[in-house]
């Protein structure tokens, strides 16, 4: 057994297929055309026409009517990166017509997801004539009927899931809306917006050369809500982080590059950069704040950079530690539910920032759907993850007859709960995803590419694996099986002593491997001479000098 007691599943065990051909085979990736879309995508060929995609044409004609009339446009963002980055690109092509324009963010405590009918009352005193919603509003259909009713059109850009109701807006800009008719249906919010720009500026500006820099100049906001929103690195979604990345080294947009500065983000910028060291950060005001801390920042082109950063700065470490505090309390409270088929957890301590966290880390470590809930006075409020077996937007529509409000897409989801139905809704959710799991399904899992040779451990592999970048949903990190490595020196390392660092030899070669949050088990290697490690190959540099490195995922003492 590993030493976080977990199944290790091998997608390849083909002894014939090269490494190289294991990883393609892992990704379905068979024909030449396919390859070549993967590993090289292009404008011409992967970012679609805009107008491809439903109400597009008339979403233009109606900002462009909008524009010339001065009339006042409010963006309705999220709280999250999706969200504020998606806004910041919307924000930033408006800006560029002159238009007026201005935005709204919601409080995640105080008003949670989506349009409420207070902003629509508020965009009717304020004489808002057009609101364009930014991945959100695809199931806000009452608040949708009541802008109308008060003269404000609203054009919808989402990609969650649709619901049977689909709001009468004016215009609505979602791939996966039926008779959309996009060829790529998992953009995610920031994706939409993206295309939603792009229209803009193929109708508004005259030059090709214009129309490109434009776009292309709001690929890397575009980038990182397609990472931190977990959308699939495959198709259009690939060029966009791909080229997006590119365009994040050297952003056009100060706060974005203070962002980058503080977080210590430096030369080539990886998707592990923006979904660990940039995206909390602009989380983290719409955890424990408020987001619009985070798109002030992107918005920003003066010396204002400078403190919108640092409160960030300040938001994120004080998440940080919240997390420390009740992760252990969630734990404990996990651990008595590991016989049902999904966890719900709720304490009045847990907040509701951060309960999406909190839920995140109970699938991760037991492999199973989580809710986390903030208790309030007459309601909880709750943030959902699941496992690759179940749907949680359609596990919450078997208990929509119980909840007040609820949205999201097949991975994560949101609700509030009058406290008064909370057992009903428990019953009700181990009901339906009981009958979409079983005790197979519940067993902890470490995918794992497939088992290589210590030969294959090498700066040869190392680049190879370049290829495939960049990593992400769709597209994971290659981790691979090596067996029997022998066991020269180890400690734990860190100022807290949390991570565990192996020497070996590996070709006559000395290589070093790292395993992040894995101190806890150096007891564990008292005495052992070899270990099966579960593992990435990394690249490590000191003083100018590269290595091949191994970054550990799992490990056993080898039989």
């Known amino acids: 057994m590993s030493v976080l007691k977990k199944q290790w599943v091998i997608k390849n065990t083909d002894r014939k297929q090269s490494l190289l051909k294991k990883l393609l085979a892992n990704r379905g990736l068979e024909s030449e055309v396919e390859m070549e879309q993967f590993f090289h995508p292009t404008a011409e060929r992967?970012?679609?026409?805009?107008?491809?995609?439903?109400?597009?044409?008339?979403?233009?004609l109606r900002i462009g009517q909008a524009i010339e009339k001065g009339e006042r446009i409010m963006i309705f963002g999220d709280y999250d990166v999706d969200g504020v980055t998606g806004s910041a690109i919307l924000m930033r092509a408006l800006r560029l017509f002159k238009a007026n324009v201005s935005y709204r963010l919601p409080h995640r405590i105080?008003?949670?997801?989506?349009?409420?009918?207070?902003?629509?009352?508020?965009?009717?005193?304020?004489?808002?004539?057009?609101?364009?919603?930014?991945?959100?509003?695809?199931?806000?259909?009452?608040?949708?009927?009541?802008?109308?009713?008060?003269?404000?059109?609203?054009?919808?850009?989402?990609?969650?899931?649709?619901p049977e109701k689909i709001p009468a807006a004016y215009a609505i800009l979602h791939p996966k809306l039926p008779g959309c008719g996009y060829p790529f249906t998992e953009l995610t919010g920031a994706g939409v917006a993206l295309k939603l720009a792009q229209a803009l500026f193929e109708r508004r500006l005259d030059s090709v050369e214009a129309r490109e820099q434009a776009t292309t100049g709001l690929l890397d906001l575009a980038c990182m809500g397609t990472i931190a929103d977990f959308g699939a690195l495959t198709g259009e979604n690939r060029y966009i982080?791909?080229?997006?990345?590119?365009?994040?080294?050297?952003?056009?947009?100060p706060g974005l590059s203070r962002l980058k500065d503080n977080a210590g983000c430096k030369g080539k910028i990886s998707t592990y950069d923006i979904g660990f060291l940039l995206g909390p950060r602009i989380n983290a005001a719409g955890r424990i704040s408020h987001s619009s801390h985070a798109l002030r920042l992107l918005l920003a082109d003066d010396d204002s950079t400078h403190v919108l950063a640092d409160t960030l700065e300040k938001l994120n470490r004080k998440r940080q530690k919240m997390m420390e505090e009740l992760n252990e309390l969630a734990d404990t409270m996990a651990t008595e539910q590991l016989q049902n088929p999904i966890i719900i957890l709720h304490h009045p301590e847990f907040h509701g920032g951060i309960i999406g966290l909190i839920a995140a880390k109970m699938v991760e470590k037991y492999s199973r759907p989580a809710i986390a809930m903030e208790e309030r006075a007459e309601s909880l409020i709750g943030s959902c993850r699941t496992t690759a077996s179940v749907n949680i937007i359609e596990a919450l529509s078997s208990a929509k007859d119980l909840l007040s409000h609820f949205g999201g897409h097949a991975g994560a989801a949101g609700f509030d709960l009058p406290k008064k139905n909370l057992q009903a809704f428990k019953e009700r959710l181990m009901l339906t995803v009981g009958k979409a799991t079983n005790a197979e399904s519940c067993l902890p899992k470490l995918a794992i590419e497939c088992e290589i040779s210590h030969e294959e451990v090498s700066q040869q592999s190392m680049e190879m694996l370049r290829w495939f970048e960049p990593f992400g949903a769709g597209n994971d990190a290659p981790r691979f099986l090596l067996s029997g490595v022998p066991l020269h020196d180890y400690r734990t390392v860190g100022a807290d002593k949390k991570h565990l660092k192996l020497t070996t030899r590996l070709n006559g070669e000395k290589v070093d491997a790292i395993g992040f949050k894995l101190g806890s088990f150096v007891s564990q290697l008292n005495g052992s001479k070899t270990l099966d490690l579960v593992c990435e190959i990394d690249e490590n540099e000191w003083q100018g000098k590269k290595s091949v490195q191994l970054k550990i995922a799992d490990f056993r003492v080898a039989e």
């Open 241 to 253: 982080v791909k080229e997006g990345l590119r365009m994040l080294e050297n952003t056009r947009w």
């Open 46 to 60: 992967d970012f679609h026409d805009p107008f491809l995609m439903k109400d597009m044409g008339k979403a233009v």
């Open 110 to 162: 105080e008003d949670g997801y989506g349009l409420r009918e207070k902003f629509i009352k508020e965009f009717a005193k304020l004489d808002v004539k057009l609101a364009i919603t930014v991945d959100n509003g695809i199931s806000c259909f009452n608040e949708v009927a009541l802008a109308n009713e008060l003269g404000i059109d609203v054009i919808i850009s989402d990609h969650h899931t649709v």
